[in-house]
């Protein structure tokens, strides 16, 4: 196939026409309309991690629906299913498009300025999208840009849509997303206006009161979309009219890319495979969303970052995790600050899964509860779902991307506890370089001991163990790309601490590690010998195990930590 043949692949990109009509390949998800319209209930809730195709999916349901797209439709949707398959609903509706991510969250007053802003400023570019099907389309448009009241603005829209006899669908994108900047702010001012906003006689609380009322006459179905389902008990009978399909098997693949959509996606988009140089499902695949999901999925946005750079750099791709997937960490802060919270956090990166259960909905005054702690890990695309035991899940990682974003957390818990963690990027780079290429180990764990283990505060001593220090190890090794470092990776004889596989940008590095952890409290220091003996003694299984036996290539390493200033190695 010749260059030019080859489709554009989409990353960064959520616009549905300019898809389609700039010959992007779109993983056709269109199939999904006819489910959707056979719903019983119309007004339909649904949750899934940030960059995993949320926005393009609305665009596409908003080009579908539009009465004002219908001279499109063949051009947009006559190569995909439900141009095949069109439902008599297709581009019959007035399409009202809400985003609420951006509004002003530092004040009670500015969200009110922003909120309100927003819903006119939406409801005037519904009515401008569609001046050429609504004859007196002025008149609407005057009387909304002189009007204050966000219910008068919505009735507006409506009106609009009844004089040429449509209905309204109302798309709410990122339905959560200041109630998720005000809750990270973690103060109880942040609380006080999610409180005023929501609850009571709060502005949102209104808007979607005016919602479930227009339900009634002008409103043919809505749809939200968000990250979380946070809001839907602190609006209660504010709109407790949606079905929330979030969790319902059926729609697990809904969002995210199979294994077959991504081979597709590499042959439209012409990816050479003989380029593809790591473990694409070590690094993306992992996503479900219910236990009996037919198949699991790839965070869409990480995968089109990985493709892009596999078509776009010269020389292999160095940069394999995308930075715009970190959540961020102060959305995380106040919620950690739970000791309890801060030990699940620890459990899970130390053993990546924990059994729990996943909460459809909960509300703010429960946000902090360590029982919804894992539920919040798990819309946050921090956890997925592994495997059901009984009435409750196991919960794991999803894959190794997500697995460095914990052990960044860990540091920044730990950096938060102690303000005298030290970061030395050159001498970091140093030690990890003398590990690698001439076989020392001693430079990095130096490094380690002066500048992260013997500034760890009280609070983090106290219950200090191996898990502990090896995720702090985790993180460091991490930052160089010598090697992939690995936790808890499974060997037929066990679990090893940190295998260092040498990098997919360096197989000439000479050696690979496998390190085992183990810490002595300084009090304790006659259990030291059976530590070297038990460390000793598990690298022997790794040694001879099926993964490593006859490997000369491989070094194995017992690092002893001795209190929080000293430790020892002893190569086997």
């Given at each position: 196939m010749e260059a030019n043949k080859y489709k554009r692949l989409p990353y960064g990109n959520s616009n549905f026409e300019r898809l389609i009509e700039e010959n992007y390949a779109y993983v056709d998800k269109t199939h999904f309309i006819e489910m959707l319209e056979k719903e019983n209930n119309t007004y339909l809730f649904f949750t899934r991690p940030r960059k995993f195709g949320k926005s393009l999916f609305f665009s596409m349901l908003s080009h579908y629906y539009d009465i004002n797209r219908a001279g499109k439709f063949e051009q947009l949707f006559g190569d995909l299913y439900i141009g095949k398959h069109p439902t008599p609903k297709h581009n019959s509706m007035v399409v009202l498009n809400l985003d609420f991510s951006g509004l002003d969250t530092t004040s009670e007053q500015g969200f009110q300025l922003s909120f309100t802003g927003n819903i006119r400023q939406s409801v005037l570019i519904c009515l401008e999208r569609h001046k050429d099907c609504i004859p007196n389309i002025r008149e609407f448009f005057q009387e909304c840009k002189g009007q204050e009241s966000i219910a008068e603005m919505l009735n507006i829209a409506f009106r609009a849509a009844e004089s040429i006899g449509c209905k309204v669908f109302v798309i709410i994108d990122e339905y959560d997303h200041f109630a998720n900047d005000l809750i990270?702010?973690?103060?109880?001012?942040?609380?006080?206006?999610?409180?005023?906003?929501?609850?009571?006689?709060?502005?949102?609380?209104?808007?979607?009161?005016?919602?479930?009322?227009?339900?009634?006459?002008?409103?043919?179905?809505?749809m939200?979309?968000?990250?979380?389902?946070?809001?839907?008990?602190?609006?209660?009978?504010?709109?407790n009219i949606s079905n929330n399909l979030s969790l319902k098997s059926q729609y697990n693949e809904m969002?995210?890319?199979?294994?077959?959509?991504?081979?597709?996606?590499?042959?439209?988009?012409?990816v050479d495979k003989s380029l593809i140089d790591i473990d694409?499902?070590?690094?993306?695949?992992?996503?479900?969303?219910?236990?009996?999901?037919?198949?699991?999925?790839?965070?869409?946005s990480m995968m089109l970052y990985y493709f892009d750079m596999v078509t776009t750099t010269e020389g292999g791709t160095k940069y394999i995790i995308d930075d715009n997937l970190k959540t961020d960490y102060g959305r995380?802060?106040?919620?950690?600050?739970?000791?309890?919270?801060?030990?699940?956090?620890?459990?899970?990166?130390?053993?990546?899964?924990?059994?729990?259960?996943?909460?459809?909905?909960?509300?703010?005054?429960?946000?902090?509860?360590?029982e919804n702690f894992t539920s919040l890990m798990y819309y946050l695309g921090l956890l997925t779902i592994e495997k059901a035991e009984y009435e409750h899940v196991w919960l794991k990682i999803p894959n190794y991307s997500i697995r460095t974003i914990y052990w960044e957390y860990i540091l920044k818990l730990s950096r938060d506890r102690s303000k005298d963690i030290m970061i030395d990027n050159a001498r970091q780079m140093r030690g990890m370089s003398d590990l690698a290429l001439k076989g020392d180990p001693k430079p990095f764990l130096d490094y380690m001991s002066e500048n992260f283990i013997s500034k760890l505060s009280n609070r983090d001593l106290e219950n200090c163990d191996e898990k502990y220090?090896?995720?702090?190890?985790?993180?460091?090794?991490?930052?160089?790309?010598?090697?992939?470092?690995?936790?808890?990776?499974?060997?037929?004889?066990?679990?090893?601490?940190?295998y260092l596989k040498r990098s997919h940008l360096y197989p000439d590095i000479p050696w690979e590690w496998i390190w085992e952890i183990k810490y002595v409290k300084k009090s304790n220091v006659k259990s030291i010998e059976a530590k070297r003996d038990e460390a000793h003694a598990q690298l022997e299984k790794y040694r001879n195990s099926h993964l490593f036996a006859g490997r000369p290539d491989v070094r194995y390493l017992s690092v002893i930590f001795i209190g929080k200033d000293k430790y020892e190695i002893i190569e086997n």
């Open positions: 990270a702010l973690g103060t109880s001012s942040g609380d006080n206006v999610y409180r005023k906003i929501i609850r009571a006689n709060g502005l949102v609380r209104d808007f979607y009161e005016t919602l479930k009322t227009g339900s009634k006459t002008f409103i043919d179905r809505i939200l979309t968000g990250i979380m389902p946070i809001m839907l008990d602190d609006l209660t009978s504010g709109f969002l995210g890319f199979t294994k077959e959509e991504v081979e597709w996606l590499m042959e439209m988009g012409g694409i499902d070590f690094y993306y695949n992992g996503y479900l969303f219910h236990e009996k999901g037919k198949h699991r999925v790839y965070n869409p995380l802060r106040t919620l950690i600050a739970n000791g309890t919270n801060s030990e699940q956090l620890l459990e899970i990166t130390e053993n990546n899964r924990i059994l729990s259960t996943v909460h459809p909905k909960f509300s703010i005054d429960e946000l902090h509860n360590s220090l090896k995720v702090l190890l985790l993180y460091s090794l991490n930052q160089s790309r010598l090697f992939t470092p690995i936790s808890e990776m499974e060997i037929s004889t066990g679990y090893a601490d940190i």
